[in-house]
Nanobody, 123 residues
Framework: QVQLVESGGGLVQAGGSLRLSCAAS????????LGWFRQAPGKEREFVAA????????YYAESVKGRFTISSDNAKNTLHLQMNNLKPGDTAVYYC????????????????WGRGTQVTVAS
């Protein structure tokens, strides 16, 4: 399996930007799909974005479309999430996750998870 470790979270003012990273270790596979999810206190974990490990096809939640960009750097075994024009509603713990083969919105489809990184957006 693959191990995932998120980094890059922090405190930012509304309208600012952050870049999250997810470092993968252990065995990686070209057919893997990598996704970002987030969870705020008292709320369900929700899908943010996903990409195939080899790059190309992407999915975005409607709430982040046009503001967030997901990308993969296979040479460094790293996943990124560039977050621009952040809003207070983006405040959450952000998780990196991985699954085999097809793109999916559902957290239950992702068997491998990191421990998360906190993003806080102040108004």
């Amino acid at each position: 399996q693959v191990q995932l470790v998120e980094s890059g979270g922090g405190l930012v003012q509304a309208g600012g930007s952050l870049r999250l990273s997810c470092a993968a270790s252990g065995r990686t596979f070209s057919s893997y799909v990598l996704g970002w999810f987030r969870q705020a206190p008292g709320k369900e974990r929700e899908f943010v974005a996903a990409i195939k490990w080899s790059g190309g096809s992407t999915y975005y939640a409607e709430s982040v479309k046009g503001r967030f960009t997901i990308s993969s750097d296979n040479a460094k075994n790293t996943l990124h999430l560039q977050m621009n024009n952040l809003k207070p509603g983006d405040t959450a713990v952000y998780y990196c996750a991985s699954r085999y083969y097809g793109l999916s919105y559902a957290s239950s489809d992702y068997p491998f998870w990191g421990r998360g990184t906190q993003v806080t957006v102040a108004s």
